[in-house]
């Protein structure tokens, strides 16, 4: 069995960087340490994991995260809606609960 390496953070942003120059074979070997590896660190890179600082997205990248607000704001507005619509619905059946409460207290009234 081999012996496990440990990178710091700083070596592990630094080598997604590279990566996403020269591509990940080309950089692993640059760097001497397994595909596999930068891969994982590329994944963890995108998932926000790994700090690669600021300005260090692809234009790809880029666009993933401006659809992603852009599908973020309608869900927002679709739940804003719901909410609207929710609290329409509460205020009505609240109306609707005084009534038939004060319309239970006048037939209670009459059969006395």
Do not use: C, H
């Not at 710091?8 to 990566?19: G, I, T």
């Not at 996403?20 to 590329?42: N, R, Y």
């Not at 507005?77 to 509460?90: A, D, P, T, V, Y």
């Amino acid at each position: 069995m081999g012996t496990v390496k440990k990178y710091d953070e700083k070596f592990k942003a630094e080598a997604v960087k590279l990566s996403k120059e020269m591509g990940i074979k080309q950089a692993a070997e640059e760097l001497g340490i397994p595909q596999g590896t930068l891969d994982g660190w590329v994944r963890k890179s995108r998932k926000g994991e790994i700090d690669t600082g600021i300005g260090s997205r692809t234009p790809g990248e880029a666009l993933n995260l401006a659809q992603q607000l852009q599908e973020a704001r309608r869900q927002i507005k679709e739940q804003e809606k719901e909410i609207r619509k929710l609290k329409e619905l509460n205020e009505f059946l609240e109306e609707a609960s005084a009534f038939f409460a004060a319309s239970r207290q006048k037939y209670a009234k009459r059969k006395e």
